[in-house]
């Protein structure tokens, strides 16, 4: 399979623990984006990322969000501390360079549930 | 600050009719605007796309209308089938951007 591949698909903490999230891009793409979509709402962008390096996170919460993309391995979304209003489906998507950022791959998603 | 804003929630339309999914902006610094499709628990797949220089963009089936001086753009599937019921996101970015807007998304059902 040859798409982008999230997991878990779907996730449920209790409020306080931590939740991390998994994404790996198609082959051969290097830049990854992940988005929030609560329910009843369309996607809201969080951060874009590229190997090593965080190149725009403005849509990232300022307290208890984190997000990695190491030179291996998948990129991770980190949620410290969940509350509540936490959950949502994040997704995750990647494209081979930043001139096709438009046209992106999406992953299938991420369920987060906290209760 | 909603900038990019699908107005009908739901639309449904009989198989073999034209669907007009639509939306509207408000950001006069888009352009370059795309249509994803969601099926339930799966990710978005684009669909089709236009840049601000054009005001038509044909792909089989599927085609989408912008009118700038409106800042409004349009989808639309001929004939519609019962495959593409689905949710349509419009999205729009700038070329300087790395993000895109999403707007709240229009689900069609498209009926036998």
Partial sequence: NAGVMQNPRHLVRRRGQEARLRCSPMKGHSHVYWYRQLPEEGLKFMVYLQKENIIDESGMPKERFSAEFPKEGPSILRIQQVVRGDSAAYFCASSPRWADIGELFFGEGSRLTVL | ?112
């Fill in chain 2, 1 to 112: 600050d909603q900038q990019v804003k699908q107005n009908s929630p739901s639309l449904s339309v009989q198989e073999g009719r034209i669907s007009i999914l639509n939306c509207d902006y408000t950001n006069s610094m888009f352009d370059y605007f795309l249509w994803y499709k969601k099926y339930p628990a799966e990710g978005p797949t684009f669909l089709i796309s236009i840049s601000s220089i054009k005001d038509k963009n044909e792909d089989g089936r599927f085609t989408v209308f912008l009118n700038k001086s409106a800042k409004h753009l349009s989808l639309h599937i001929v004939p519609s089938q019962p495959g593409d019921s689905a949710v349509y996101f419009c999205a729009a970015i700038t070329g300087t951007a790395s993000k895109l807007t999403f707007g709240t998304g229009t689900r069609l059902q498209v009926t036998l």
